[in-house]
């Protein structure tokens, strides 16, 4: 059973389109969250999500739209994508106390044309 | 902010002898966690050792273990007896101790090649 799963693995679309990334968790984690992997390996947070509420926004696009039906699930939508936005998506969970780590989806690797 | 610096973006190690990866952070906060992961070719992100800054302990985690100077800001990571399934991209991490900051502020990364 995996813990944090994301879907799409691989996404390969043309420049212009709109897509999401789905992640879902089994862990009963009550924080989310979405990284960005760029092409030289450099992981940056992009949004977290605790009990469905958005605590952190880093400075992203507002075409990066994250959503969270309830607390098991973060949603990442992706509007008129650009070259620039290719990368590997992560998608990650943890439980609210500082120390706990944090559980890695196996990453979406989205290819922008 | 916090910043995590990894100098070293290559190290290689020759199978079963130890190395020592390097990592720097700063911060204004007293109270904090750090983290080692490991990003091996499946890209999966799999936590090695964490550490917390109020303990002076340094966590050990059978082969691996940490070297935390608090006073300096560095958080080295010490693999012991290296093997081929180590090899593989390393991050130091930090995560603050305040409620909203709890995220991982990651470094460079740090590409190990393990030499049969």
């Known amino acids: 059973d995996t813990a944090v799963s994301q879907t799409p693995k691989y996404l390969v679309t043309q420049m212009g389109n709109d897509k999401s990334i789905k992640c879902e968790q089994n862990?009963?984690?009550?924080?989310m969250y979405w990284y960005k992997q760029d092409s030289k390996k450099f992981l940056k947070i992009m949004f977290s999500y605790n009990n469905k509420e958005l605590i952190i926004n880093e400075t992203v696009p507002n075409r990066f739209s994250p959503k969270s039906p309830d607390k098991a699930h973060l949603n990442l939508h992706i509007n008129s994508l650009e070259l620039g936005d290719s990368a590997v998506y992560f998608c990650a969970s943890s439980l609210a106390g500082q120390n706990e780590k944090l559980f890695f989806g196996s990453g979406t690797q989205l290819s922008v044309l | 902010a916090q910043t995590v610096t990894q100098s070293q973006p290559e190290m290689s190690v020759q199978e079963a002898e130890t190395v020592t990866l390097s990592c720097t952070y700063d911060?204004?906060?007293?109270?904090?966690?750090l983290f080692w992961y490991k990003q091996p070719p499946s890209r999966q992100m799999i936590l090695v050792i964490r550490q917390e800054a109020y303990k002076q302990q340094n966590a050990t985690e059978n082969r691996f273990s940490v070297n935390f100077q608090k006073a300096a800001k560095s958080f080295s990571l010490k693999i012991s007896d290296s093997q081929l399934g180590d090899a593989a991209m390393y991050f130091c991490?930090?995560?603050?101790?305040?409620?909203?900051?709890?995220?991982?502020?990651f470094g460079t990364g740090t590409r190990l090649t393990i030499i049969p």
């Open positions: 862990l009963g984690h009550d924080t």
């Open positions: 911060t204004s906060e007293s109270d904090y966690y």
């Open positions: 991490a930090y995560k603050g101790a305040n409620f909203g900051n709890e995220k991982l502020t």
